[in-house]
């Protein structure tokens, strides 16, 4: 199997370097093109065997699979560059979460997919969402998911719910680290604990609770119920998160799903000529 990757920035290079280091991929399967051939050509070095082009037809020119990884408003540029030799048994698949399946299926004689990868890929966890236009069928599905298993969880999505299911994955980590940072910020400015042994013992905790949450079969509440004795020091300070935090993440899934809709209409524009008001 051959994979074209456009677009080696943040998380291009993260897939590359993640679907290498698990051993789904070998650098002589890879071929890359970014904006700036020397970033393409610097991966390329480091990934002896992978092929750096030129350009993005060149790129995708045979793969059996491309991963557009450029940002929403490149997406058109990208998709005209490959356009001409592209054929209908490859795979293109965008993760982006602005750009529709039909925008591309409008534009591309080829099978299309959608992936919303996150940045847990790197150490072969968390998930990877898939959404499938109408002509991929189950072989092809198996055949995309069989290599995103080896850094994370395929999980087949609606892409009616790309956004929420987005904030939840992809942007996740962002913002439990925030959460996080801001514990480890309060307790050294409280305490004068060293802010190298805070961090150490909180992200700690943070990976132990995850696994509660997946391997250990708990809900969060359950995890709460668990460790806040009634009356004791964790039920108190739960009761005050609950009344400074109310509605603060409703607060946080408008503004994405706000940043959301307006990205959308600029894609949709390039794409179509007209703006619409998002799904």
Aim: hydrophobic share 45%; with cysteine; aromatic share 6%.
């Amino acid at each position: 199997m051959n994979v074209g990757f456009i677009g080696t920035g943040t998380m291009g290079s993260l897939l590359i370097e993640a679907l290498i280091a698990s051993g789904a991929l070998s650098p002589t399967q890879i071929a890359v093109s970014n904006r700036t051939f020397a970033k393409a050509q610097a991966l390329a070095i480091r990934y002896s065997g992978m092929k750096a082009e030129f350009t993005n037809a060149a790129a995708a020119c045979g793969c059996d699979i491309v991963f557009l990884c450029v940002k929403p408003l490149e997406f058109k540029k990208a998709v005209d560059d490959i356009k001409p030799v592209i054929r209908p048994d490859q795979i293109v698949v965008s993760i982006t979460s602005p750009v529709l399946i039909s925008h591309l299926e409008g534009e591309l004689d080829c099978k299309i997919a959608k992936v919303i990868p996150s940045i847990t890929n790197h150490v072969w966890s968390g998930a990877s969402l898939c959404i499938y236009g109408q002509s991929v069928d189950e072989d092809d599905k198996t055949l995309l998911e069989d290599l995103l298993s080896h850094i994370s969880q395929p999980l087949r999505i609606d892409e009616s719910f790309t956004r929420i299911v987005s904030d939840l994955s992809s942007c996740g980590p962002a913002f439990i680290s925030f959460l996080l940072e801001q514990f480890v910020d309060a307790a050294v400015e409280e305490t004068g604990i060293g802010r190298e042994e805070a961090l150490r013992v909180a992200s700690a905790m943070l990976l132990g609770t995850g696994l509660l949450l997946t391997e250990g079969g708990m809900t969060p509440a359950e995890v709460q119920e668990r460790v806040a004795v009634p009356g004791g020091i964790t039920a108190k300070a739960l009761n005050m998160l609950r009344r400074e935090t109310d509605g603060v993440f409703n607060q946080l899934i408008r503004t994405t799903h706000d940043k959301f809709k307006e990205d959308l209409a600029k894609v949709s524009s390039a794409f179509i000529g007209e703006e619409v008001n998002g799904q």
